[in-house]
């Protein structure tokens, strides 16, 4: 197990992206898109994009949500995840493409959105300014992460048991979707290309069927697919059974909090008040400001 980067970057085989889409979403990741819509003042005729859209829970709901004007895009570097994204009802558009290069023109968006992919980003800085480039000024950007591991007990527990059984690098994949839980990260990601920095910690809650529907969704279902054989799995589940029981209600489901950090920032807009925007200054809010861009579009004599 030497090599880890995979779990890094946050790229699974194929048969993972079914499990994620099938388990992980509505386990965790489905509670929070309609939050970040409205985080960012989704409104009718938008042209949305995704970036990391994995198997498409944000674009999808964005879609849902703009029945018969504006557009959604979804980009991803994983072909596993867009296979399983492609087959969904909703009109999306899906491409392949890294977050560090975008391939659209500047100012092609309306709202730019990254849920839970960029701990994963290579270059988050790169990252940050490609998804303020293509934001239309008076737009709004949000970069969408899980809080601290911490503040996420069942993972703490989990990444535990995996580093007794397993070993480090196994614990390190568990761990590397949290490594992006802090005010200060996301500040110092977005402040350098966007205006109106605040970040929203939300509260979530972590629900799987079983400790064995936590364990398999867990493994098979992300980056650990490749990185643990059927013994070891077995040790794991057993294992979990046993002492991860604080977190399993009397019905036998698992329940405990998962708190998701929403950070969000507008394109800087040249020649105008939005530059005047002390871009240096991020804060907690709760709730989020309701962003005035429909007047800003209009201002600026449309969109297209
Ligand atoms: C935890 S998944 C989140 C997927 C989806 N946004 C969701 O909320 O279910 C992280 C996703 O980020 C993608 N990803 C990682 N690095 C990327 C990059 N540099 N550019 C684009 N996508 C990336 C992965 O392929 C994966 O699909």
Same mark, same amino acid.
């Given at each position: 197990?030497?090599?880890?980067?995979?779990? @890094?970057?946050?790229? !699974?085989?194929?048969?993972?992206?079914?499990?994620?889409?099938?388990?992980?979403?509505?386990?965790?990741?489905? @509670?929070?898109?309609?939050?970040?819509?409205?985080?960012?003042?989704?409104?009718?005729?938008?042209? $949305?994009?995704? !970036?990391?859209?994995?198997?498409?829970?944000?674009?999808?709901?964005? /879609?849902?949500?703009?029945?018969?004007?504006?557009?959604?895009?979804? !980009?991803?570097?994983?072909?596993?995840?867009?296979? !399983?994204?492609?087959?969904?009802?909703?009109?999306?558009?899906?491409?392949?493409?890294? /977050?560090?290069?975008?391939?659209?023109?500047?100012?092609?968006?309306?709202?730019?959105?990254?849920?839970?992919?960029?701990?994963?980003?290579?270059?988050?800085? @790169? +990252? +940050? /300014?490609?998804? +303020?480039?293509?934001?239309?000024?008076?737009?709004?950007?949000?970069? $969408?992460?899980?809080?601290?591991?911490?503040?996420?007990?069942? *993972?703490?527990?989990?990444?535990?048991?995996?580093?007794?059984?397993?070993?480090?690098? +196994?614990?390190?994949?568990?761990?590397?979707?949290? $490594?992006?839980?802090?005010?200060? @990260?996301?500040?110092?990601?977005?402040?350098?290309?966007?205006?109106?920095?605040?970040?929203?910690?939300?509260?979530?809650?972590?629900?799987?069927?079983?400790?064995?529907?936590?364990?398999?969704?867990?493994?098979?279902?992300?980056?650990?697919?490749?990185?643990?054989?059927?013994?070891? *799995?077995?040790?794991?589940?057993?294992?979990?059974?046993?002492?991860?029981?604080?977190?399993?209600? /009397?019905?036998?489901? $698992?329940?405990?909090?998962?708190?998701?950090?929403?950070?969000?920032?507008?394109?800087?807009?040249?020649?105008?008040?939005?530059?005047?925007?002390?871009?240096?200054?991020?804060?907690?809010?709760?709730?989020?400001?309701?962003?005035?861009?429909?007047?800003?579009?209009?201002?600026?004599?449309?969109?297209?």
């Amino acid at each position: 197990m030497s090599d880890n980067s995979n779990a @890094q970057t946050g790229q !699974v085989v194929p048969e993972a992206a079914e499990t994620y889409e099938s388990f992980f979403v509505p386990a965790l990741f489905g @509670q929070f898109p309609e939050r970040v819509l409205n985080a960012v003042g989704l409104e009718a005729g938008d042209d $949305v994009l995704d !970036v990391g859209c994995g198997t498409g829970v944000l674009a999808r709901a964005a /879609a849902r949500r703009l029945p018969s004007s504006g557009s959604v895009t979804g !980009v991803d570097v994983n072909d596993g995840m867009l296979a !399983v994204a492609g087959r969904s009802p909703e009109s999306v558009r899906w491409r392949t493409a890294r /977050a560090e290069h975008l391939p659209f023109p500047d100012a092609s968006f309306d709202r730019v959105v990254s849920h839970f992919a960029a701990m994963f980003f290579t270059d988050r800085d @790169q +990252a +940050a /300014a490609e998804m +303020a480039r293509v934001q239309r000024p008076g737009g709004r950007v949000a970069v $969408v992460t899980w809080a601290r591991v911490e503040e996420s007990p069942g *993972y703490e527990a989990m990444i535990g048991l995996l580093n007794r059984l397993i070993g480090p690098d +196994a614990a390190d994949a568990l761990r590397a979707p949290f $490594v992006l839980g802090s005010l200060e @990260q996301l500040e110092t990601m977005l402040t350098p290309h966007l205006t109106e920095v605040a970040v929203d910690r939300q509260d979530g809650e972590a629900r799987f069927e079983s400790v064995e529907a936590w364990v398999n969704t867990e493994i098979r279902g992300w980056t650990l697919a490749e990185m643990i054989d059927d013994d070891q *799995y077995d040790e794991l589940l057993i294992a979990a059974e046993m002492e991860l029981k604080e977190f399993v209600d /009397a019905d036998g489901r $698992v329940r405990f909090p998962a708190p998701a950090l929403i950070a969000t920032g507008s394109a800087a807009r040249s020649g105008s008040a939005w530059t005047e925007v002390r871009s240096s200054e991020s804060r907690l809010i709760e709730p989020f400001p309701v962003p005035r861009r429909r007047s800003d579009r209009d201002e600026a004599g449309g969109r297209e």
